[in-house]
T-cell receptor, first 115, second 116 residues
Framework: QQQVKQSPQSLIVQKGGISIINCAYE??????FPWYQQFPGKGPALLIA?????SEKKEGRFTISFNKSAKQFSLHIMDSQPGDSATYFC??????????????FGKGTKLSVIP | GAVVSQHPSRVICKSGTSVKIECRSL??????MFWYRQFPKQSLMLMAT?????????EQGVEKDKFLINHASLTLSTLTVTSAHPEDSSFYIC????????????FGQGTRLTVV
C-alpha cells in the first residue's frame, strides 16, 4: 500500500517556468512533510519541509503548499532553471515511538528544465 | 547544516565476498540512523533503522543475517553486505537524525555497490 502518492512521474518545464509536483497522503498521523532533491548518483538532499499547522512555506524559489483537509501538499519551483533538473521526492514522517520518526517516500518525479 | 558522510561512494566486489559501507555524522550526534536501498529510477526503500547501542530494526523482507548493521557510536553506523550476490547490486543510502532535532533527517551521498 503506497502511503504517499506523488505525481507526475516526470515533468518537462521550460527555463523560467513554474514546476509543480503534487503529493497526497492518507495517514493523518503524518506530521512532517519534507521535499528532497536528488541528482544522479547522489543521496537525497533536504530542500524544504512543512508542518501541517502551516498552509504555505517559501524558501527562495521553492514553495510548499499544504492542504490539510484534502491531505495534499505540493512543491512549486518558481523561475525553474536547468540546474534544477533532478529527481524530487516528497515524503511524510510520523512519530514511531521511543524518540524515533519514520519517513515514507513518494515514488519521485524526474524534472527536466529545458533552455 | 548537518553533514552525513558515506564511504565508499562506489565499490565493486566479487560474488560471495562481503563489503562494508560506513556512514558517519560529521557535526552532530546521530542517535538514529537509517539504511535505504534504491533501485534505478525508483524511490528509496527503507531497509532498517538503528539506534545507537541497540540492535537494528529491520523492515519486513530484509534479511538481517545478510545485511548486518552496527551502530556502535553516536557518529558511526556500518552496513555489511555478507556473501554478496549480483542481485545485491544497488545504490545504498544512509541517513541520520539527532534526537533533539525532531523528524529532520540528513542523507549521505550514497554507495553504488556492484557485485560481479
Amino acid at each position: 500500500q503506497q502511503q504517499v502518492k506523488q505525481s507526475p512521474q516526470s515533468l518537462i518545464v521550460q527555463k523560467g517556468g513554474i514546476s509543480i509536483i503534487n503529493c497526497a497522503y492518507e495517514n493523518t498521523a503524518f506530521d512532517y512533510f519534507p521535499w528532497y532533491q536528488q541528482f544522479p548518483g547522489k543521496g537525497p538532499a533536504l530542500l524544504i519541509a512543512i508542518r501541517p499547522d502551516v498552509s504555505e512555506k517559501k524558501e527562495g524559489r521553492f514553495t510548499i503548499s499544504f492542504n490539510k483537509s484534502a491531505k495534499q501538499f505540493s512543491l512549486h519551483i518558481m523561475d525553474s532553471q536547468p540546474g534544477d533538473s533532478a529527481t524530487y521526492f516528497c515524503a511524510a514522517s510520523q512519530y514511531s515511538g521511543a524518540g524515533s520518526y519514520q519517513l515514507t517516500f513518494g515514488k519521485g518525479t524526474k524534472l527536466s528544465v529545458i533552455p | 547544516g548537518a553533514v552525513v558522510s558515506q564511504h565508499p561512494s562506489r565499490v565493486i566486489c566479487k560474488s560471495g565476498t562481503s563489503v562494508k559501507i560506513e556512514c558517519r555524522s560529521l557535526d552532530f550526534q546521530a542517535t538514529t540512523m537509517f539504511w535505504y536501498r534504491q533501485f534505478p529510477k525508483q524511490s528509496l526503500m527503507l531497509m532498517a533503522t538503528s539506534n545507537e547501542g541497540s540492535k537494528a530494526t529491520y523492515e519486513q523482507g530484509v534479511e538481517k543475517d545478510k545485511f548486518l548493521i552496527n551502530h556502535a557510536s553516536l557518529t558511526l553506523s556500518t552496513l555489511t553486505v555478507t556473501s554478496a550476490h549480483p542481485e545485491d547490486s544497488s545504490f545504498y543510502i544512509c541517513s541520520a537524525r539527532q534526537w533533539d532535532r525532531g523528524p529532520e533527517a540528513f542523507f549521505g551521498q550514497g554507495t553504488r555497490l556492484t557485485v560481479v
